[in-house]
């Protein structure tokens, strides 16, 4: 449930995730909604929540280029050791994403894993 509530929070997602300056959901968090999000050193991005699986998994989808998107899936799975999983994906689909997902991982390689990470610690902190 704290997994789940710290995703839905869209507005105070910069408190883990250290690389956003703001992010913002024009609606609620659901299938449709849509907001933008100013990552530091990028300009701010346009994007649309496209699927939402509560206390399970939602994706939201960037247009990144022409004809081209990327999904961010996020999920969260329960684990044999009796606790969860936490996974966050990148899928680039369309003409240009050859070129998309270098540039993604310039910019989010490092970020990505230290987002996740305090994302963990934050939810463990309040569970």
């Not at 839905?8 to 609620?28: H, M």
């Amino acid at each position: 449930d704290v997994l789940w509530e710290l995703w839905a929070d869209v507005p105070a997602r910069p408190e883990w995730d250290k690389g956003l300056e703001y992010i913002e959901l024009d609606g609620p968090f659901e299938a449709g909604s849509t907001g933008t999000v100013k990552v530091e050193g990028q300009d701010p991005v346009d994007y649309e929540v496209v699927a939402v699986h509560p206390k399970d998994s939602y994706t939201d989808r960037f247009n990144s280029l022409p004809w081209t998107h990327t999904d961010w899936h996020h999920e969260i799975e329960p684990n044999a050791d009796g606790g969860y999983d936490v996974t966050w994906r990148l899928e680039t689909r369309g003409p240009l994403s050859l070129f998309t997902l270098p540039v993604l991982k310039a910019i989010f390689g490092e970020e990505i894993p230290t987002a996740v990470d305090e994302f963990v610690a934050l939810a463990e902190s309040r569970s």
